[in-house]
């Protein structure tokens, strides 16, 4: 279990981490979401102690970073994938960490199994790798220790999509044997598709948390007609607010049920009826992903014209 | 594969880590004599001392007249070269953390910043020593091969003790200035350009000239290499030099790692 309480980490004027408390449970994975920016990777570096707090406090399993003896035998940390020594090999990099750690030599190996890197690719030199073997590598050293709670930065970043279905399963066993996992991500869907929990975080303060389902479950009803100006007098009869979705179909508020009802009394035909899901998630992460988005879209546009 | 530890619960969400032990110190410096080795840059680096030692011992053994290939004065050639590049191993050992960003991991491994730094300290040292006796053996082989008559006189103690206090405190030197700048290329242009700025300035301005022996780590331990008992005062001139250019530094640095944010 991973608990912030309070945390708070200035720079000059600049609140990056404003007042952030949340749990990460055991046996769940949890993601960490906001836009680049928004504080993920500061409070990650917090927790394991590479940044000091202005305030409040970070504990993994109830303990300190700092006091964890030998924290790589139980928290398993990936901060950032490129943060590798370019003129070693991926092997050594490992050997390295597992001489720290002092586990046997043959779990290198294992690890690197694990993450799929051969036998070639281990023997050549990180500053060859692509950013998806950094993340292999940087996932194999995290695993290492045979940590129980693992803290991740970005780990799906430059995944192909295989990967990401690679990782998704990796982190679901390891939350299923009783693991934590905390993995941070700037793109809401890599992390609906592996979190069980959310944290979501923008300019430094969380904006929401809880279960996926608790965030993703927006009552709403999304409906698509055969006929929509028929479906519009059908609603308007029994009283239902409906908005057009610009694709044909409409969005409302009331239950499926009763908009299903409504098209049935009246005859019309349905294409699609279904609840209307993510879409508050999804509103909310857009907005805190623009507002920051928009000052730095005027700097590149200007640079690109 | 079992990826995860099967840990003994005290409380739910709560680590045992009663059963976990510290990182013993003398893995540490294992793992950062290691890192010396496993790159290319760093296994030059020691590839050439080993060489320019040997090479700089060939061509005096060539160059040198007859009656002055001593011991000594094999010695005393070694010691310039190696004086130039072990500073260097002791900067790239601290600084690779940063340049390479490899700090993020190797200080959540273990994350007591000091313990590491006294790791990298220690390792730093053991190649000093190494490179020591490397020069020592290296002399000892070309005397004997020389047969220079008298070669092997007036040898003493002390003789190995400047030579080693010289090369340590080199090593020394680069792992302070690692520590302050913490960047590869501005520690060993400084480490470089500093003391030659500094002659430039006192050739120019004679107060300092005077004072050199006294701040001035190159001056002061000039002594050292010319085979003669050091004064009372000549020694306290290496202690202020060293304080100054190595001992100053080196808590400076080490102040800054201990507080600095590792990104």
Known sequence: ?305 | MNIVAPHGSVAPGKLDISSTSKVPSTRLVTVEMRKMLDTRAGLWLIIAIVAITALITVIFFFAAPDDERTFLNYIGIMATPQGFLLPVMGILLITQEWTQRTGMVTFTLEPHRGKVIGAKVAAALVFGLIAVALACAIAALATAVSGAPGAWENIGIDDFAKFTLLQVTGVLQGLAFGLIFLNSAAAIVTYFVLPIAFSIVASLWGALEDIAPWVDLGTSQTPLFEGRNLTGEEWWQIVTGTVIWVVLPFLAGLVRVLRAEVK
């Open chain 1, 1 to 305: 279990m991973i608990s912030l309480e309070n945390v708070t980490k200035r720079y000059g004027q600049f609140t990056a981490v404003d007042d952030v408390s949340f749990v990460a449970q055991t046996g769940k994975v949890t993601g960490f979401l906001g836009p680049n920016g928004a504080g993920k990777s500061t409070s990650m570096r917090i927790m394991v102690g590479l940044t000091p707090q202005n305030g409040g406090q970070a504990l993994i399993g109830g303990h300190r970073f700092a006091d964890i003896p030998n924290p790589s035998r139980h928290v398993g940390v990936l901060l950032d994938a490129s943060a590798q020594h370019a003129g070693r090999t991926g092997r050594e990099v490992l050997r390295l960490s597992a001489e720290t750690m002092g586990v046997r030599r043959e779990r290198v190996e294992e690890m690197l199994e694990l993450v799929g890197l051969s036998g070639t690719e281990a023997k050549r030199r990180v500053r060859n790798y692509s950013l998806g073997m950094r993340q292999r590598l940087g996932i194999a050293n995290a695993l290492l220790g045979e940590p129980s709670v693992l803290i991740l930065d970005e780990p799906v970043n430059g995944l192909d999509p295989a990967g990401i279905h690679w990782m998704r399963g990796l982190l679901r066993n390891f939350a299923g044997r009783g693991g934590t996992v905390l993995l941070s991500s700037h793109l809401l869907h890599e992390v609906e598709m592996i979190a069980d929990e959310m944290v979501l975080i923008g300019r430094g303060k969380i904006v929401a948390q809880g279960t996926k389902d608790e965030l993703l479950h927006t009552a709403g009803t999304y409906v698509k007609p055969e006929d929509p100006a028929a479906l519009q007098q059908a609603l308007q009869t029994a009283n239902i607010t409906a908005t057009p979705s610009g694709d044909g179909g409409f969005r409302s508020e009331s239950e499926p049920i009763d908009v299903g009802r409504a098209a049935a009394v009246a005859g019309v035909v349905l294409t699609e009826l279904k609840r209307a899901e993510g879409a508050g998630l999804e509103e909310m992460f857009l907005q805190l992903t623009s507002d920051d988005a928009r000052d730095s879209s005027i700097t590149t546009e200007g640079v690109n014209a």
